[in-house]
């Protein structure tokens, strides 16, 4: 196997072990680990070391890692990259059993972000996340990451005999429309309790114990390389663990350097960003003081830190479709394969300007790869991400940047081999830096 299938390989690996941000974060925990990265509490007292590797973990579902530059933090400051663990999907919600006309039992789930629904149909699911169970410890419960590694559930179309418009469009009401079938009722099966029963089974708890959980859907099948000549990456997720894993992998994988490199991996970017562990709050400007008050640096040269560094915020961007070149800016059609893409806004739903998107062009050009430029159509709203809140929170430069995908939000989105370890390339020589 070539090295570009081998790379690929691996992220759609990582991708597949990490279905939701909880799951997520303790892929990303395993790898930091095998790289001698130690893990830092928040409720300890933190012991930086000059070149030591570290990561802190907010909430069981985001991450901060870095190594420790070896120069004066306020000299050298830091260098960023960001992104998100998390993914748009379905959640579960609590006593999730319906009762279907007497004949089926449907779970009842919420829809997490914007997924594009129609994608989820006809196709297994399993479900993962985390469960608290009641440890002795009101304050404490137990938390366990579960995992459903097989298929469980399926949300059915309406036959076309049924729906005649199948094909001309039709609104998938979120409530209605997108539940997903678990069993048929039987004799045996006790009605109600069937889900929390087999939750029970799989954690090896007593039903009684569980308390609570934060649990999802994701497609059971395994993502793939794809195309005549083993071009693309098919997978759920590639929202945004495919940053996620090019990130860290170009961290661990740094060698020491004067500046601190920092990779921050945000949970909840798809539901807005406002929560404890998303990219609207002090997470990462309390991590970021701490380091510099464990190396005995005070607040005003913290200020100063931060007035020396730069963030790359990474997101995945929309690539020229094939079926709808018209969907595009007349000028700039980033494709897939061509490079990592460099996103503007005039709103500043990106935030990327002259000079930053200046750095991310040189470091792409020191590295020796392609960049493209992604702007919408200037009648298209468009996304945004965690660049503009991060940017404004700590006061620092910052650019917006993607990977060209097609079918963003799709349960399978699709993206470029060569992009992948184009990033990876362009992260690497910006930590060298
Ligand atoms: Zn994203």
Request: net charge negative.
């Amino acid at each position: 196997m070539d090295n570009k299938l081998k790379a690929a390989n691996e992220l759609i690996d990582f991708i597949y072990e990490s279905p939701n941000s909880y799951h997520a974060v303790s892929s990303i925990k395993k790898i930091l680990l095998e790289n001698g990265f130690s893990e830092l509490q928040d409720d300890d007292r933190w012991q930086i070391e000059r070149g030591g590797r570290y990561f802190a973990v907010k909430n069981g579902s985001a991450i901060t890692a870095f190594v420790a530059g070896l120069g004066d933090v306020s000299e050298k400051g830091f260098r960023m990259i960001g992104a998100h663990t998390d993914s748009p999907g379905f959640r579960i919600k609590p006593s999730p059993e319906i009762n279907a006309e007497g004949a089926y039992v449907k779970l009842n789930t919420e829809v997490y972000g914007g997924p594009i629904l129609n994608t989820w149909m006809d196709r297994p699911l399993a479900a993962a996340g985390r469960v608290t169970v009641e440890s002795g410890d009101v304050m404490k419960p137990e938390v366990m990451l579960v995992n459903f590694r097989k298929p469980i559930l399926v949300i059915p179309n309406l036959a076309i005999h049924m729906n005649r418009n199948i094909n001309t469009g039709i609104e998938l009401n979120r409530q209605k429309d997108v539940l997903p079938l678990m069993a048929t009722i039987s004799e045996n099966l006790e009605s109600g309790s069937c889900f929390i029963k087999a939750l029970a089974e799989e954690l090896d708890v007593p039903e009684k114990k569980i308390l609570d959980f934060d649990l999802f859907l994701y497609e059971y099948e395994k993502g793939c390389v794809t195309g005549i000549r083993d071009e693309f990456i098919s997978s759920g997720r590639l929202d945004d663990l495919l940053m996620v894993h090019a990130g860290v992998m170009a961290l661990v994988e740094s060698g020491e350097s004067d500046s601190t490199k920092v990779l921050v991996c945000f949970d909840n970017e798809e539901v807005g960003n406002t929560t404890k562990q998303g990219a609207d709050s002090a997470l990462l400007a309390t991590v970021l003081e701490r380091i510099t008050l464990s190396m005995g640096i005070g607040r005003e040269d913290y200020f100063r830190a931060l007035s020396r560094s730069f963030m790359i915020s990474c997101d995945l961007g929309h690539a020229l479709h094939p079926n709808y070149a018209e969907k595009c800016d007349p000028v700039n059609k980033p494709v897939i394969n061509r490079g990592p893409i460099i996103k503007i806004s005039a709103n500043q739903s990106y935030t990327t300007d002259a000079v930053s998107g200046a750095v991310f062009e040189g470091i792409c050009r020191k590295a020796g790869i392609p960049v493209q430029k992604f702007v919408n159509r200037s009648d298209e709203r468009g996304g945004s991400t965690i660049g503009p809140v991060t940017a404004s929170l700590l006061n620092i430069k910052t650019v917006d940047v993607g990977t060209a995908v097609l079918a963003m939000h799709s349960i399978r989105e699709l993206a470029g081999i060569d992009d992948y370890l184009h990033t990876i390339k362009a992260f690497a020589e910006y930590y060298k830096i």
